[in-house]
C-alpha cells in the first residue's frame, strides 16, 4: 500500500545518507585502504540501512528523486563493498550458489535481446546457406568441407588428442566469450559484432551439414558440450550489452557511475559462466566426440541444460541496489 513519507522522517534519515556519499567519495577517491576499520564498519551498517530506507522511499510516490539519490548510493556502495571482498574457495562457491542467479534475473533482459540477435543471424546465415551453398565458404574453411564432402565429422582428430584438445577447448571458449563481453566497452558494438560472428557460423555449419546429410552427428556432437558453451556465449553477450547499455543511457546517474555500475554488474554477470565453460571445454574434448550412443548424448545435453535453468532461475531475494 502506498504511503506518504513525513519530513521529520527525511530530516532524521538524510543525514545518514549524506554520511554514506561522503564515505563513498574517499573510497572512491583514494581507495579502500583510506577508510579505517570502524570507517568500514560505519559503511557497512550505513549501506543496510540505507537499504532499508530504499524500500520505505519506493513506497511513497512523491519520494522518487530522494529514491533515486539512495539508490544510487548503494549502487555505488554495493560495488565498492563487493569489489573489496577477499577471494576464497567458500566465497565463490557461495557466489554462484546464492549470488549469481540473482545477477542472472536482473539482467535476464539483456540475455533474451543477446539470444534474439544470435538466432536471428543464425537463421539468416542458414537460409543464406541452403539458398547459395557456396556462401558457406566465407565462414567454413576448405577442410571442415572437405570432411563433411566425404560424410565425416570434422572432430575425430579431437579424440586421439583429447587432453590437449580439450584445453585449447577451454582456451579458445574463454577467449571468444571474455571478447563478446569486452566489446560492450565499445559501447555494445565490439559485442554487437562478435553475435553476428558466433550466430552465423553456427547457422551456416548447421546448413552446410543438413545440406550433407549430417545432422544428427552434428547435433549428436554439439549437445553435450553445447548446452553449457552456448547459453555462456549468450550470457557473455548479455553481459557486454549490459555495459553497453551503462554507456549509452547512464539514466540518473553520472555518466561515470553509470559505467562503473554497469561495468561491475556486468564483469559478476560473465564471471558466472567460467566454471560452466571449463565443463564444457572437457565434454567437448573427451564425451562428445566420443563413441557414445547418440541417446546418451542427447540425454546428457539435456540433463546439464535442466540443470542450468533451474540454477540460473531458482528463486532468490533480489538486492535494494540493483
Known amino acids: 500500500m502506498a504511503h506518504v513519507i513525513s ?23 583514494s581507495g579502500l585502504g583510506a577508510i579505517s576499520r570502524p570507517e568500514l564498519e560505519e559503511l557497512a551498517l550505513l549501506y543496510r540501512q540505507s537499504a532499508a530506507d530504499l524500500s520505505v522511499l519506493r513506497g511513497d510516490a512523491t519520494a522518487q528523486s530522494y529514491s533515486a539519490h539512495v539508490n544510487q548510493l548503494l549502487a555505488r556502495a554495493h560495488h565498492i563493498i563487493y569489489s573489496g571482498r577477499k577471494t576464497s574457495a567458500a566465497s565463490l562457491l557461495r557466489f ?52 563433411m564432402e566425404k560424410h565425416e565429422m570434422w572432430t575425430k582428430s579431437v579424440v586421439a588428442m583429447a587432453p590437449a584438445a580439450s584445453s585449447a577447448i577451454m582456451t579458445n571458449n574463454l577467449t571468444v566469450s571474455f571478447a563478446t563481453f ?33 545432422s544428427l552427428a552434428l547435433w549428436s556432437f554439439v549437445a553435450p558440450h553445447g548446452a553449457l558453451e552456448l547459453p555462456s556465449i549468450i550470457i557473455a553477450g548479455a553481459a557486454g550489452l549490459r555495459l553497453g547499455h551503462s554507456m549509452v543511457f547512464p539514466g540518473p546517474w553520472r555518466w561515470r557511475d553509470s559505467v562503473a555500475i554497469g561495468g561491475a554488474e556486468a564483469t559478476r554477470l560473465v564471471a558466472g559462466i567460467i566454471p560452466l565453460l571449463i565443463l564444457a571445454g572437457l565434454l567437448e574434448g573427451f564425451f562428445s566426440p566420443s563413441h557414445a550412443p547418440v541417446w546418451l548424448k542427447f540425454t546428457v545435453g539435456g540433463l546439464l541444460f535442466a540443470l542450468l535453468l533451474a540454477w540460473l532461475f531458482r528463486p532468490v531475494r533480489q538486492s535494494a541496489p540493483d
Open 96 to 147: 554462484l550458489r546464492d549470488e549469481y542467479p540473482a545477477v542472472f534475473q536482473r539482467n535476464v533482459s539483456f540475455v533474451v535481446a543477446s539470444l534474439l540477435i544470435s538466432l536471428a543471424w543464425g537463421m539468416f546465415g542458414a537460409v543464406l546457406t541452403s539458398a547459395r551453398p557456396d556462401f558457406m565458404r566465407h565462414f567454413v574453411g576448405p577442410a571442415m568441407i572437405a570432411t
Open 7 to 29: 519530513n521529520q522522517w527525511l530530516r532524521k534519515r538524510r543525514p545518514h545518507w549524506e554520511r554514506l556519499a561522503h564515505l563513498l567519495a574517499r573510497a572512491e577517491q
Open 182 to 214: 569486452a566489446g560492450g566497452i565499445a559501447f555494445g558494438l565490439g559485442t554487437l559484432f562478435y553475435l553476428y560472428v558466433n550466430g552465423m557460423m553456427l547457422g551456416v555449419i548447421a546448413a552446410a551439414c543438413h545440406q550433407y546429410a549430417m
